[in-house]
């Protein structure tokens, strides 16, 4: 098994990352717009044992044409339907900045936290291409570089606005009638390219103070990004190799960008199927690469690099053995598994006894921070 500290976290992309999951009989894609469909995997991925779950977004529709499951639920709105049929599982919605104003990411993760007791992350993403500018209508579709600066922009928006409340503010005091103290709601006075937001937010500060913000950053100008601002950093290495590589050069940028290392965790995705042999599980992958005609089966061993992204192909005392391996290794602080087909593989882990409901900062031995502005007298409203 890993090390207690290895932290362990499933994505969750409809009916698999598979562009043909949703063709097997399995795959539940009749109720894919369900509530039900959604909280039930989330619970199976909870009753696993694993830590988080993180839910893909995105305001375009899903690539591969009509052969493609398509289609989204909203993530946040997945992750506050399953708040309440969860305990201890850390929830992670995308949330794209590119059309969305800060304020309103504030206040729904805000929200989302306050609904989990604590359990509320966001991994951050940015709307790339004009199809998705055209949606919306209101700015030109941009450079990778001018997404990530926007993005970048909003990351400290969103968290300025988490500390606008200070910890105390709400006071509830019957006798003079007053429900706030409003010394301690402070304007965030932000300026920037991208937005000028004065503050401060309606949401108060919400368990975490500041929920867990996750980056992907395997190219290109998102790997800043995760290094100024993520708690949790995703990268899709081809091997191990280029994992450790990969978890070397983000941890000495963290300390040319004046962070901890030891306070930011690294986690590798690893495409996975699972079935109760390994040549079943073979076997169902084959059929899989035959019906969207995209693909080829990997070729022996676990785990396994087809294209550019980790695979494992075989059974869940297999992952086992293999998760534990990474964690011996040191190549990541963790790992997102990504199942190609969801309902088969959900099937296939392994459960855990459950652990005790915590918030997920401390999952990660993250201290909670205070507010930024808890000291800041001046400016504050009146």
């Known amino acids: 098994m890993p090390d207690s500290d290895f932290f362990l976290a499933v994505e969750l992309a409809g009916t698999g990352a598979h562009p043909a999951s949703w063709r097997r009989r399995d795959s539940r894609a009749e109720d894919l717009f369900t509530a039900r469909y959604w909280v039930d995997a989330i619970t199976a991925v909870e009753k696993a044992g694993a830590d988080a779950v993180f839910l893909p977004d995105s305001f375009g529709l899903q690539p591969g044409g009509a052969a493609t499951a398509q289609g989204r639920l909203d993530a946040v709105a997945i992750a506050a339907r399953a708040a309440a049929a969860t305990h201890r599982i850390g929830l992670l919605p995308q949330a794209p900045v590119t059309h969305t104003e800060p304020f309103h990411l504030s206040k729904a993760i805000a929200s989302l936290d306050f609904a989990t007791l604590g359990r509320a992350g966001w991994e951050v993403t940015v709307s790339e291409g004009a199809e998705q500018a055209k949606a919306f209508g209101r700015k030109s579709p941009q450079e990778p570089a001018a997404l990530w600066h926007e993005a970048d922009e909003a990351v400290e928006v969103v968290t300025r606005l988490w500390d606008s409340w200070e910890d105390d503010a709400e006071i509830r005091d019957l006798p003079t009638g007053r429900f706030i103290d409003r010394e301690k709601l402070h304007y965030i006075d932000y300026a920037g390219d991208y937005f000028s937001v004065k503050g401060p937010s309606i949401t108060p500060r919400s368990p975490q103070g500041q929920p867990i913000v996750a980056v992907r950053a395997d190219e290109g100008p998102s790997i800043q990004v995760a290094v100024r601002r993520a ?56 059929e899989l690469d035959r019906w969207s005609a995209s693909g080829t089966a990997p070729r022996s061993g676990a785990p396994a690099a087809t294209g550019s992204v980790l695979r494992h192909i075989g059974t869940g005392d297999s992952l086992t053995e293999l998760l534990a391996a990474v964690s011996d290794s040191g190549a990541a602080d963790g790992v997102v598994l990504r199942p190609l087909a969801v309902e088969a593989t959900l099937r296939h882990l392994a459960t855990a006894p459950p652990a005790p409901a915590t918030t997920l900062r401390e999952r990660l031995d993250l201290p909670r921070p205070p507010s930024r502005y808890a000291t800041i007298q001046e400016g504050t409203p009146s």
């Open 231 to 286: 708690d949790l950093i995703r990268i899709a290495p081809p091997d191990l190799d280029a994992a450790h590589a990969r978890r070397a050069a983000l941890r000495s940028a963290l300390l040319s960008a004046d962070r901890d290392p030891d306070a930011v965790r690294v986690l590798i995705d690893i495409d996975v199927h699972l079935a109760g042999t390994a040549e079943r599980a073979y076997e169902e992958l084959a």
